[in-house]
Antibody, heavy 128, light 112 residues
Framework: QVQLQESGPGLVKPLETLSLTCTVSGVSLTSGGFYWTWIRQHPGSGLEYIGSIFDSGSTYYNPSLKSLVDISLDTSRNQFSLRLTSVTAADTAVYYC????????????????????WGQGTLVTVSS | DIVMTQTPLSLSVTPGQPASMSCKSSQSLRHRDGKTYLYWYLQKPGQSPQLLVYEVSSRFSGVPDRFSGSGSGTDFTLKISRVEAEDVGVYYCMQGLQLPGTFGQGTKLEMK
């Protein structure tokens, strides 16, 4: 059973760095052509794609956040992490990690945004 | 970025009745590989989103057959044949054709 679980501080001060970790169980981060993805949801609002890291380590970040975001893999712990620098109140949101991509039973790639497993989400508040 | 527009923003339905919601994209979501990368996700109250439909009309594993997706190009529809209480939540369409992936603003389904 694949499970993802976010962890990290719930409160971050303005202009500091937000750091979150997603611990994955039930599948190896380096197997199967998956995109390990971060998505956020501002309070009472919709969903925003932050970025992904492929099992090879290559990354893609939403251009709206690109200079501020870093996503990394820790294969020894089967975790991937999000760092968002110089945060402001506008970064207050629920942050979700999710698994995208992979291959179906016919070995056809399912698409980067085939987000089949999600963490429960963690609320991060930016405030002094 | 591709803009996704959903209508209506809210929907109130009597249990057992059908429901339908629309999603329009600012450009065609058909890829040169022949697939159309349009997804539907449901976020139930207090939960994370869950995948319902991928590539316009394919139901994800475990999704009841009362859910059906249709459409092509830029216009897409999600229909629920007979709404049940457990279907309450916000439905999001998402395009996966072009980076960054973008979501619609959501359609909130409530029970009458």
């Amino acid at each position: 059973q694949v499970q993802l679980q976010e962890s990290g501080p719930g409160l971050v001060k303005p202009l500091e760095t937000l750091s979150l970790t997603c611990t994955v169980s039930g599948v190896s981060l380096t197997s199967g052509g998956f995109y390990w993805t971060w998505i956020r949801q501002h309070p009472g609002s919709g969903l925003e794609y932050i970025g992904s890291i492929f099992d090879s380590g290559s990354t893609y970040y939403n251009p709206s956040l690109k200079s501020l975001v870093d996503i990394s893999l820790d294969t020894s712990r089967n975790q991937f992490s999000l760092r968002l620098t110089s945060v402001t109140a506008a970064d207050t949101a629920v942050y979700y990690c999710a698994r995208g991509g992979g291959y179906d039973s016919a070995n056809i790639f399912r698409g980067r945004f085939f987000l089949d497993y999600w963490g429960q989400g963690t609320l991060v508040t930016v405030s002094s | 970025d591709i803009v996704m527009t959903q209508t209506p923003l809210s929907l109130s339905v009597t249990p057992g009745q059908p429901a339908s919601m629309s999603c329009k994209s600012s450009q065609s979501l058909r890829h040169r590989d022949g697939k159309t990368y349009l997804y539907w996700y449901l976020q139930k109250p207090g939960q994370s989103p869950q995948l319902l439909v991928y590539e316009v009309s394919s139901r994800f594993s475990g999704v009841p057959d009362r859910f059906s997706g249709s459409g092509s190009g830029t216009d897409f529809t999600l229909k629920i044949s007979r709404v049940e209480a457990e279907d309450v939540g916000v439905y999001y369409c998402m395009q996966g054709l072009q980076l960054p992936g973008t979501f619609g603003q959501g359609t909130k389904l409530e029970m009458k």
